[in-house]
């Protein structure tokens, strides 16, 4: 497991906001209305609905504290559920689909235990493609150190990783996908504040590892997983 509080891991310092290496679309993300729910042990993950007002309401009591928002660019509680709706708005993306063009896609979910299915614990998913796949979270101070970050994250990597490719034998003939000449394996990605250290081992605990420290306000720890790193 990584020690990002070693000062001898080198660390890249910029000014301006960083970002993930570009990658090609590769991925197929069924349409919305056919994503369906994903299950752990304790939990179920069910898909965004951009214009549920449950959701709305759910995930502005979580992203209005400012103790949740502190490790989340950039930084500002939401304000209002308008504030929230924009945000759910926003994970909505152009992917391709099987007609070979691109169309709105997401593949994010609010996490909701099993025994209460009302309650909205917090949300976990793919936050873009643009410039390539990462993965995101956030939970409510109330479950955290519980163990359901990395369950929901889990659940939701190994989904991702189980949908199919373009450069699989799909043939949509679109040039999007990766190929091995043009720089490798395909990769998801995440970026954690060094000082959260829970979230970090999340994330290492389902299989990304850090390729780069980056300080930008605060120290980051940048971190990618292939298929291979699967857990």
Same mark, same amino acid.
């Given at each position: 497991?990584?020690?990002?509080?070693?000062?001898?891991?080198?660390?890249?310092?910029?000014?301006?906001?960083?970002?993930? &290496?570009?990658?090609? %679309?590769?991925?197929?993300?069924?349409?919305?209305?056919?994503?369906?729910?994903? %299950?752990?042990?304790?939990? /179920?993950?069910?898909?965004?609905?951009?214009?549920?007002?449950?959701?709305? !309401? #759910? $995930?502005?009591? /979580?992203?209005?504290?400012?103790?949740?928002?502190?490790?989340?660019?950039?930084?500002?509680?939401?304000?209002? /559920?308008?504030?929230?709706?924009?945000? $759910? @708005?926003?994970?909505?993306?152009?992917?391709?689909?099987?007609?070979?063009?691109? !169309? &709105?896609?997401?593949?994010?979910? /609010?996490?909701? &235990?099993?025994?209460?299915?009302?309650?909205?614990?917090?949300?976990?998913?793919?936050? *873009?493609?643009?410039?390539?796949? *990462?993965?995101? %979270?956030?939970?409510?101070?109330? =479950?955290?150190?519980? #163990?359901?970050? @990395?369950?929901?994250? #889990?659940?939701?990597?190994? !989904?991702?990783?189980?949908?199919?490719?373009?450069?699989?034998?799909?043939?949509? #003939?679109?040039?999007?996908?990766?190929?091995?000449?043009?720089?490798?394996?395909?990769?998801?990605?995440? !970026?954690?504040?060094?000082?959260?250290?829970? @979230?970090?081992?999340?994330?290492?605990?389902?299989? +990304?590892?850090?390729?780069? =420290?980056?300080? +930008?306000?605060?120290?980051?720890?940048? $971190?990618? $997983?292939?298929?291979?790193?699967?857990?």
């Amino acid at each position: 497991m990584t020690d990002i509080s070693d000062p001898n891991n080198p660390t890249i310092t910029i000014s301006t906001e960083p970002s993930y &290496p570009t990658q090609p %679309y590769s991925v197929l993300i069924p349409p919305p209305s056919d994503l369906k729910p994903l %299950y752990t042990t304790r939990l /179920i993950l069910r898909p965004l609905e951009i214009d549920s007002d449950q959701h709305a !309401a #759910g $995930m502005f009591r /979580i992203r209005s504290r400012q103790d949740v928002v502190d490790w989340l660019w950039p930084r500002t509680p939401d304000t209002s /559920i308008t504030d929230t709706k924009t945000w $759910m @708005s926003g994970k909505l993306f152009p992917a391709p689909d099987s007609t070979g063009g691109l !169309a &709105p896609r997401l593949f994010f979910f /609010i996490i909701t &235990p099993k025994d209460n299915e009302n309650l909205i614990l917090g949300s976990v998913g793919v936050n *873009s493609l643009d410039p390539a796949p *990462s993965l995101g %979270y956030a939970l409510h101070p109330d =479950y955290w150190g519980r #163990g359901f970050a @990395s369950e929901a994250a #889990g659940a939701v990597v190994r !989904a991702w990783w189980g949908l199919p490719r373009i450069n699989e034998g799909v043939g949509l #003939g679109l040039g999007l996908g990766l190929r091995e000449e043009e720089g490798g394996e395909e990769k998801l990605y995440a !970026a954690s504040n060094c000082r959260n250290v829970g @979230s970090v081992k999340v994330l290492e605990r389902v299989g +990304f590892e850090v390729y780069e =420290y980056v300080h +930008f306000i605060d120290r980051l720890a940048f $971190m990618a $997983m292939g298929r291979g790193n699967l857990k």
